[in-house]
């Protein structure tokens, strides 16, 4: 990134450290970020640790009065999330989610309609992040524990995110849904492009699905899944508004012009 150097990283791996340093010329490695927090020379950390982990060193790097990028999903629940937030008006420093999809050529394309005012007011979001079999066989995808939850907290929230930065940034006022686990949690004997995983360890959802109200009157339906039976993965973003409507994959727009229905 232009006008940004990277100073010093922290991990509790030496091994992780090294290759770290290594590959981005990294000169300062700590094994203890709270020792690296005390750094003059640091504007912002970025908190790229396991979600379980983000809370600690995030509220750490605020009250050292260092900016902060961590890492989605923000916390593992809403007190947590709360708390760095308010971390954050205290230090009176900026405190940003790495939701990097909102910057895509795509959400920027359908971007200028929106700000152009053609797709009028919003409606209805789809989001839909689903696999039909896609729990990862690595990491710790499948430890609620450690996540702090499934689908949802790992794939959901890039497309909700992208879905109310497109409708103006609105704030729910409600939300109902249900999780569904009934996969990941049992042996399987189906082939799967990332192999097997360890279904004993498997506490989060397989599936999960929720509808969300929003204070501009719009409403928005999420469905996430690491295991569904539906015919092909789906990652989208549908949005319906008063006068068009868009799709995120492909970027394409939908209105009425000169008497015609037409897709942009
Ligand atoms: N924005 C995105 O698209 C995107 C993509 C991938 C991952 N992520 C997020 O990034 C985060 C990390 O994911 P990952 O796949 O790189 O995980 P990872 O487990 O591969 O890496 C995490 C690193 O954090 C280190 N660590 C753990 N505890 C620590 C501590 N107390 N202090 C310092 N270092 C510590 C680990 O040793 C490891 O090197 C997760 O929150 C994940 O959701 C975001």
New binding site residues.
């Given amino acids: 990134i232009n006008g940004v150097e990277l100073v010093a990283g922290?991990?509790?791996?030496e091994k992780?450290?090294k290759s770290?340093a290594e590959q981005f010329g990294v000169k300062q490695t700590f094994?203890?970020?709270k020792k690296m927090l005390r750094l003059k020379d640091l504007d912002a950390v970025s908190v790229?640790?396991?979600?379980y982990?983000?809370k600690?060193?995030t509220v750490a790097a605020l009250r050292a009065g260092k900016h902060v990028m961590v890492?989605?999903?923000m916390a593992m629940n809403a007190r947590e999330a709360q708390a760095m937030v308010d971390a954050a008006k205290e230090a009176k420093r900026k405190l940003v989610i790495?939701?990097?999809?909102r910057f895509s050529p795509e959400a920027q394309a359908v971007k200028r309609y929106v700000d152009d005012g053609q797709i009028g007011r919003p409606l209805f979001a789809r989001v839909q992040t689903l696999r039909r079999r896609g729990i990862p066989s690595w990491?710790?995808f499948g430890r609620k524990d450690l996540?702090g939850g499934g689908p949802l907290i790992?794939l959901g929230v890039?497309y909700i995110e992208v879905a109310l930065y497109l409708m103006g940034s609105p704030s729910a006022v409600s939300a109902s849904g249900s999780a569904y686990t009934y996969i990941g949690n049992k042996p399987s004997k189906t082939l799967c492009s990332w192999g097997h995983w360890d279904h004993k360890s498997y506490t989060v959802e397989d599936l999960a699905v929720g509808f969300v109200r929003l204070d501009n009157g719009a409403c928005m339906t999420v469905e996430s899944s690491f295991a569904a039976h539906i015919e092909k993965d789906d990652f989208n973003l549908q949005i319906m508004g008063e006068k068009g409507g868009f799709t995120l994959h492909p970027p394409a727009i939908y209105k009425d012009e000169a008497g015609l229905m037409v897709n942009v």
């Fill in positions: 922290a991990d509790v791996s992780a450290l770290f094994t203890d970020y790229c640790t396991p979600n982990m983000h600690a060193p890492e989605k999903p790495g939701f990097q999809y990491g710790v996540q790992d890039h």
